[in-house]
Structure formats: C-alpha cells, structure tokens
C-alpha cells in the first residue's frame, strides 16, 4: 500500500468513525445499544474528581471476626475516627455500605474518607463522629440471601454491638451507602431493628420493574417483590434521608421517580455526573456535612 492509497484510506475510515459516532452516539444515548457510561465519559459528562485535602487523618483501626449471619465467613471492618479523638472515646457513628465488588477497605483507599472526615471536621466545623465499615458480600445490597446470607442481621446482632464495645455511641447511628450500598442503606432504614438519625444513598442502584436488576441484586422475581425499595416506600416515610445521583448515572431516572415519590421530599438531588467515584467524591463533603447535622441533632424519633 503507497502513502497516497493509505491517507485516502484513512480519509474513509474517518469519516465511517464520524458517522458511527453520530449516529451511534444517538442509539447509546436513547439506551438502545450498550456503552453509554463509555459515551458519558468520551463528551466530558462525568467531571473530574475531587481531590482529597491534604490534612491530618484521625486515627484509623480494622479488624476481622467470623460472622453466623453470614455463613461463618470472615468479615472485616475499619473504623476511621476524626482528628482530636482515639479508639475508647464515645462517637456517634456512621455506618458505611460498600458497593457490589467492593469491602469494607473502600473506605479509605477508593473513598479517602480519613481525609474528607477530618477536614469536614476541623476545617468546616462539622460535628464529630466516626464512621464504621463492614463487608457485606461481592453482590450485596444488603438483604438475606436464598442461601442463609444475611447481612442485615450480621450489622444489627454482631457488627453494631461490637462498635458499642469500643466505645462508640450506637444509640446514635446513621447509614451511608454508595451504589448497592445506597440501595442497602435505604433498605435497612425500612427494617424495624434500625433506629436511624439519617440516612445518605449516593447513586443508589434502583430497580423498578420485575427483570430490570444486574444479575445476582435478587434471588428472582419473588426476592425482588419483597426486598425492593418501590414496595418498601411507606417505610421510609418521615425518616431524615439524603439521596444523591448523577445526571448521566444509568440509574438516574430511577432515583428521580424515587426521590419524587417519597415524603418530605429528601435532600440532595440530580446534579452532573455519572455512576462513578468521581461523582461519590464530589459529593462526600456535602454528604458528611448532612450525616454530622443529622447525629449532632436531638433525635425526633
């Protein structure tokens, strides 16, 4: 192939990409073929990160125990403390749910919560709490499963007791989820064995119809008409809740039906982004702002 039969040949092939783009483009963004998280990123719709402060952390403990709710496996945890404060010191806490693949690590590797923490802490003024995490299983949102795996009970009979023995106020809980971890935390705030200050779901992964959910969320069409939020609404009536999600997130029409059916209304909203850390940093300062607020306030329930 000559210089001259190459350029024009790849004139063309330029041209099919540009087409493909536009009108691929307009088939990705209707849903109609797979790829709009890859499109969303392309044309600039997610935003950056944002960076975490650069400050000194509180300090940071994990551990391990083997859990009967979930089968005997072995659970780890982490619990970050704001700057100022130590293991032993009385906290209300904020528990934290991962997202589906994830584990309790998150927390402070993908998330940097230590950092975000203590800057909201120190910098910002809000109030002090720690925030504890647990593993809830590679595809959990948080519900029992068909085989005995019940990580719901695991967090009320085991993960919750063992944070009051360290010296955390568990008498003032909160819940903050990201994904799977949104919908789990909106989940557990349903059941009666959860007495909750606030309750923060950022990008909650929000299935409506029979079918629609990621392979592995629900057991079938049964688990799924007992376990989803759209028939669990009325339970969250009154509670003090956040709910956030990006524009371009593939859940983002969900979550909009799903914040606009609920009463009071609950705060955070749609705002650029996708369903990515890059949106969950953004957010994690308003977010901690809320759940401080939420476990400083005298408890109206």
Excluded at 11 to 22: E, N, Q, R, Y
Excluded at 38 to 53: H, I, Q, T, Y
């Amino acid at each position: 192939m000559n210089r001259r039969t190459f350029l024009l040949g790849g004139a063309g092939a330029v041209g099919v990409i540009v087409i493909g783009a536009v009108g691929g483009g307009a088939l990705v963004e209707s849903g109609l073929i797979p790829g709009r998280s890859v499109l969303n990123a392309a044309m600039g719709r997610c935003g950056d990160s944002l960076k975490p402060p650069e400050v000194v952390i509180g300090p940071v403990i994990s551990g391990s125990f083997p859990s009967p709710s979930r089968n005997g496996v072995e659970v780890g945890w982490t619990v970050v403390y704001p700057p100022g404060f130590v293991p032993g010191d009385v906290l209300p806490v904020c528990l934290f749910l991962h997202g589906r693949g994830g584990s309790h690590g998150d927390l402070t590797l993908d998330m940097a919560i230590p950092r975000f923490l203590a800057d909201a802490v120190m910098a910002w003024g809000v109030s002090a709490f720690a925030i504890a995490s647990v593993d809830g299983g590679d595809a959990a949102n948080w519900h029992r499963r068909a085989d005995g795996d019940d990580p719901a009970q695991m967090i009320s009979t085991e993960f919750i007791p063992m944070l009051a023995t360290k010296g955390l106020d568990t008498t003032r809980l909160a819940l903050w989820g990201v994904s799977l971890g949104g919908t789990g935390a909106l989940y557990l705030a349903t059941l009666p064995s959860f007495e909750l200050a606030g309750v923060v779901a950022a990008s909650p992964a929000l299935w409506r119809e029979q079918g629609e959910w990621q392979a592995g969320a629900y057991e079938d069409a049964d688990d799924f008409s007992a376990n989803n939020l759209w028939n669990r609404r009325e339970l969250l009536r009154g509670q003090n809740l956040r709910i956030d999600c990006g524009v371009s997130d593939p859940f983002a029409q969900r979550v909009r039906q799903f914040r606009d059916s609920l009463v009071p209304t609950p705060a955070g909203g749609i705002e650029p982004g996708c369903h990515d850390s890059r949106f969950w940093s953004r957010q994690t300062p308003a977010e901690l702002a809320f759940l401080g607020g939420a476990l400083a306030a005298p408890s109206t329930r």
